[in-house]
């Protein structure tokens, strides 16, 4: 059974906050992604990390940030929310003995 | 650079029909193949896998064949269920490369009873 988890699962904050997505895995895993789903299913890679102190930016320019002070812990940053960053949010890891990616539930952002 | 092609949707059947979905993927190095599957609300979870050539990854009665000469993965099922209803992604991980999975534009699927 994959253990990541991602919180909250549902949040509406208004444009201006500060805000943090939280993702963790209990599984050991090295990688760990970011990824922006939008209304038409498409997954976009805005952030990844390869193991602790390491983070990269994705495929999908993105005005979030990312850190990884501990291998279990990968959250997602908004400094300034807007209404262009309402979307899906979902983080995945993987262990670098096996390609296959873990999924959180997802976390369903609108900023009004 | 690494990429997956899968079939638009949305795909509509009956339930007992059978299911085609297409997916092709280009990669440079060789690449572990997967269909993950996503219920309305959730996060991605793994359906099945194959890690090299001419593999047959199958669950939950869905099966998929790693062709390298087609460079194809296609998603197959005899008999869809309502419950089967979701959207489908096609994905890659290359093992020569950077293993960040590299996804399909999704799916979706709708059976009727």
């Known amino acids: 059974e994959a253990d990541i988890y991602q919180t909250p699962r549902y949040l509406v904050i208004g444009t201006g906050k500060k805000i943090t997505l939280e993702c963790s895995q209990t599984?050991?895993?090295?990688?760990m992604y970011w990824y922006q789903q939008d209304p038409g299913m498409e997954l976009h890679l805005i952030h990844y990390?390869?193991?602790?102190?390491?983070?990269e930016k994705g495929d999908l320019s993105s005005e979030s940030t990312v850190s990884r002070i501990r291998t279990e812990h990968f959250p997602l940053t908004l400094e300034s929310a807007r209404p262009s960053h309402t979307s899906q949010y979902l983080c995945?890891?993987?262990?670098?003995?096996?390609?296959?990616?873990?999924f959180g539930q997802g976390t369903r952002l609108t900023v009004v | 650079g690494d990429s997956v092609t899968q079939m638009e949707g949305p795909v509509t059947l009956s339930e007992e029909a059978f299911l085609t979905i297409n997916c092709t993927y280009t990669?440079?190095?060789?690449?572990?193949l997967f269909w993950y599957v996503q219920y309305p609300g959730e996060g991605l979870q793994l359906l099945l896998k194959?890690?090299?050539?001419?593999d047959k990854g199958s669950n939950k009665g869905f099966e998929a064949t790693y062709r390298k000469e087609t460079t194809s993965f296609h998603l197959e099922k005899g008999s869809v269920q309502v419950s089967d209803s979701a959207v489908y992604f096609c994905?890659?991980?290359?093992?020569?490369?950077?293993?960040?999975?590299?996804f399909g534009r999704g799916t979706s699927l709708i059976v009727h009873p």
């Open positions: 995945a890891s993987t262990d670098t003995g096996g390609p296959s990616a873990f």
């Open positions: 599984m050991g895993h090295d990688k």
């Open positions: 990390s390869y193991g602790v102190n390491s983070t």
């Open positions: 990669a440079t190095g060789y690449p572990s």
């Open positions: 194959a890690t090299k050539a001419d």
């Open positions: 994905a890659l991980s290359d093992r020569g490369g950077s293993y960040i999975p590299t």
